[in-house]
T-cell receptor
Framework: DAKTTQPNSMESNEEEPVHLPCNHS???????IHWYRQLPSQGPEYVIH???SNVNNRMASLAIAEDRKSSTLILHRATLRDAAVYYC???????????FGTGTRLQVTL | DTAVSQTPKYLVTQMGNDKSIKCEQN?????MYWYKQDSKKFLKIMFS???????INETVPNRFSPKSPDKAHLNLHINSLELGDSAVYFC???????????????FGPGTRLLVL
């Protein structure tokens, strides 16, 4: 499985943008980049995914580097409810399973 | 309506017992999964079923036996429970999209198993 590297933790102030980085230097050409998050005492929740182009949805934006070796999840205005562990995962063609790493624990403070 | 539900939410039992965890999804998906999250919070795939057929079995002890009576249900039966089985077990579902890698998985709330 192609590996991802994320910082263990990040902090943000409420109402400010948050940029969560992910390195995936061994990504293959057909791997999709997925982001999930896990709020305290809950199951993981899908956030966003992309292949090459930047993506936006109601939860977040995903910025993918031109060489695809890194990506950034952008929360435009962090709220206390965004405090969670964020996982960057490469989804391989035909693999079906998700291989979770250690993720980034995001703390949001007032 | 809950998309992926699991029962029970909490399970406390003695070593050596046999227990089952049930999972149901009402999303019409054809693929279901069991993941285990240990005390260090590592989340790992255990099994996956597609249209009631086992497609992923990640070197899980054979004390763990998944059963899929239909596409909407995937149950996990655990024999001879051990202390190390204490963890949170998450069920998930998705709709396979062929070979694209774009599948989104929807997770249940988890079953917290404590073996004493």
């Amino acid at each position: 499985d192609a590996k991802t590297t994320q910082p263990n933790s990040m902090e943000s102030n409420e109402e400010e943008p948050v940029h969560l980085p992910c390195n995936h230097s061994t990504i293959s050409g057909t791997d999709y980049i997925h982001w999930y998050r896990q709020l305290p005492s809950q199951g993981p929740e899908y956030v966003i995914h992309g292949l090459t182009s930047n993506v936006n949805n109601r939860m977040a934006s995903l910025a993918i580097a031109e060489d695809r070796k890194s990506s950034t999840l952008i929360l435009h205005r962090a709220t206390l409810r965004d405090a969670a562990v964020y996982y960057c995962i490469l989804s391989q063609v035909g693999a079906s399973k998700l291989t979770f790493g250690t993720g980034t624990r995001l703390q949001v403070t007032l | 309506d809950t998309a992926v539900s699991q029962t029970p939410k909490y399970l406390v039992t003695q070593m050596g017992n046999d227990k089952s965890i049930k999972c149901e999804q009402n999303l019409g998906h054809d693929t279901m999964y069991w993941y285990k999250q240990d005390s260090k919070k590592f989340l790992k795939i255990m099994f996956s079923y597609n249209n009631k057929e086992l497609i992923i079995n990640e070197t899980v002890p054979n004390r763990f036996s998944p059963k899929s009576p239909d596409k909407a249900h995937l149950n996990l039966h655990i024999n001879s429970l051990e202390l190390g089985d204490s963890a949170v077990y998450f069920c998930a579902s998705s709709q396979r999209t062929g070979s694209s890698g774009q599948e989104t998985q929807y997770f249940g709330p988890g079953t917290r198993l404590l073996v004493l």
